[in-house]
């Protein structure tokens, strides 16, 4: 089973509001990501945690604050986000580690997110 | 530093011939290297990956990749393209110089598959 859930699948929101997407995985793996795509261009990277502690912030802005509460999951907060934030936010998961096949990573099908 | 090369940003074929996705890499070290495939308004599905196993790679959906080193090649071929294959396809290198295998992305190939 290599299955990863991102809820809600939809989101749209007003530039004032507070809401948060939400990843699960369970396959036992210890990295977790969060990516953000824009229409036509690969996917970019925001975030990493390994074994729940955040391990690569990619200078994202504040607005947006992961959150990791067990090894399953993984949130990520969004707070006065801009119309230019609108895009596909996408999880993603591996094993962890640094040899090939440990760092093998797995999507979620992603939040589309429209901020207004 | 690593790095992927995507040859072709759009390909058309029609349904029954072959399929052929081109990438060229750049890595200092033993990479790996991925196939990933996004559907419209999809996630990501892994469709083959490269590990320093063997250099022949038989994915899903009857795609596979060859790994050259000679020519840093991993183009990703199937036989005989399906409608359902029309979709974005991103070949991946995992940046071995990171701590975590980050991934850096080609810019991607869109596939279209003519009746």
């Known amino acids: 089973d290599t299955e990863v859930t991102q809820t809600p699948k939809h989101l749209v929101m007003g530039m004032t509001n507070k809401k948060s997407l939400k990843c699960e995985q369970h396959m036992g793996h210890r990295a977790m990501y969060w990516y953000k795509q824009k229409a036509k261009k690969p996917p970019e990277l925001m975030f990493v945690y390994s074994y729940e502690k955040l391990s690569i912030n990619e200078s994202v802005p504040s607005r947006f604050s992961p959150e990791c509460p067990n090894s399953s999951l993984l949130n990520l907060h969004l707070h006065a986000l801009q119309p230019e934030d609108s895009a596909l936010y996408l999880c993603a998961s591996s094993l962890g580690g640094t040899s090939g096949i440990l760092y093998t990573q797995y999507f979620g099908p992603g939040t589309r997110l429209t901020v207004l | 530093a690593q790095s992927v090369t995507q040859l072709d940003s759009h390909v058309s074929v029609s349904e029954g011939t072959p399929v052929l996705l081109r990438c060229n890499y750049s890595?200092?070290?033993?990479?790996?290297l991925f196939w990933y495939v996004q559907h419209p308004n999809k996630g990501l599905q892994l469709l083959l990956k490269y590990t320093s196993a063997a250099t022949l790679v038989k994915g899903i959906n009857g795609f596979e990749a060859e790994f050259k080193k000679s020519e840093t090649s991993f183009h990703l071929t199937k036989p005989s393209a399906h409608m359902s294959d029309a979709a974005e396809y991103f070949c991946?290198?995992?940046?071995?110089?990171?701590?975590?295998?980050?991934?850096?992305f080609g810019k991607g190939t869109k596939l279209s598959v003519k009746p």
């Open positions: 890595s200092s070290y033993s990479p790996s």
């Open positions: 991946v290198v995992s940046d071995l110089e990171g701590s975590q295998g980050n991934l850096i």
